[in-house]
Antibody, heavy 127, light 111 residues
Framework: QLQLQESGPGLVKPSETLSLTCTVSGGSISSSSYYWGWIRQPPGKGLEWIGSIYYSGSTYYNPSLKSRVTISVDTSKNQFSLKLSSVTAADTAVYYC???????????????????WGQGTLVTVSS | QSVLTQPPSVSGAPGQRVTISCTGS?????????VHWYQQLPGTAPKLLIY???NRPSGVPDRFSGSKSGTSASLAITGLQAEDEADYYCQSYDSSLSGSVFGGGTQLTVL
């Protein structure tokens, strides 16, 4: 079955750029039915959607993070990546990648959900 | 402050029924966008529990059910079991933000 795995440094210094990669196995990232998303969860807090990408490279981001976020895709490696610039302690969180299923009925966009999720990786911002 | 509002905690005894509410607004749930629910067991990644307001993925027990009305949605769990102790999150799409939004999460305690 489809599996996702996050990878990247667990410690990033303030003002630097956080970089993570999500490797997809058991299926193709080039499927036309899905987007691929990043979600984060600060310690002891709730979930926050960061942004999403289609295999063609089309992206959309959370407005609150848009100025600092870049998501890219490498279909040859079945991977997509997250870069978050100018990080502060507030960016310390478990970062998850997930497949995003978009749902339509007739010509109406019903919304989307995330399934499955990677196991998550903790990124700490500290000097 | 989350766009979708959930109670911070709920509790119930084994065998009982509990519900978790998720309140949104006219730009998300009230606009007709679907609501989805996730279960997060301690120390693990969230797992899809309900999609499209009331649909259960394969493998999710029918003790879990979802509904939506107006600007709110609810997750109901019947026949509570100790293994249901977890955090539960609702999620929808918001047209004002042009993206996905989550509730703040509800911690379920099985007494």
């Amino acid at each position: 079955q489809l599996q996702l795995q996050e990878s990247g440094p667990g410690l990033v210094k303030p003002s630097e750029t956080l970089s993570l990669t999500c490797t997809v196995s058991g299926g193709s990232i080039s499927s036309s039915s899905y987007y691929w998303g990043w979600i984060r969860q600060p310690p002891g807090k709730g979930l926050e959607w960061i942004g999403s990408i289609y295999y063609s490279g089309s992206t959309y981001y959370n407005p609150s993070l848009k100025s600092r976020v870049t998501i890219s895709v490498d279909t040859s490696k079945n991977q997509f990546s997250l870069k978050l610039s100018s990080v502060t302690a507030a960016d310390t969180a478990v970062y998850y990648c997930a497949r995003q299923v978009l749902s339509y009925s007739s010509s109406w966009y019903d919304g989307d959900w995330f399934d499955p999720w990677g196991q998550g990786t903790l990124v700490t911002v500290s000097s | 402050q989350s766009v979708l509002t959930q109670p911070p905690s709920v509790s119930g005894a084994p065998g009982q029924r509990v519900t978790i509410s998720c309140t949104g607004s006219s730009s998300n749930i009230g606009a007709g966008y679907d609501v989805h629910w996730y279960q997060q067991l301690p120390g693990t990644a969230p797992k899809l529990l309900i999609y499209g307001n009331s649909n259960r993925p394969s493998g999710v027990p029918d003790r879990f059910s979802g509904s939506k009305s107006g600007t709110s949605a609810s997750l109901a769990i019947t026949g509570l079991q100790a293994e249901d102790e977890a955090d539960y999150y609702c999620q929808s799409y918001d047209s004002s933000l042009s993206g996905s939004v989550f509730g703040g999460g509800t911690q379920l305690t099985v007494l």
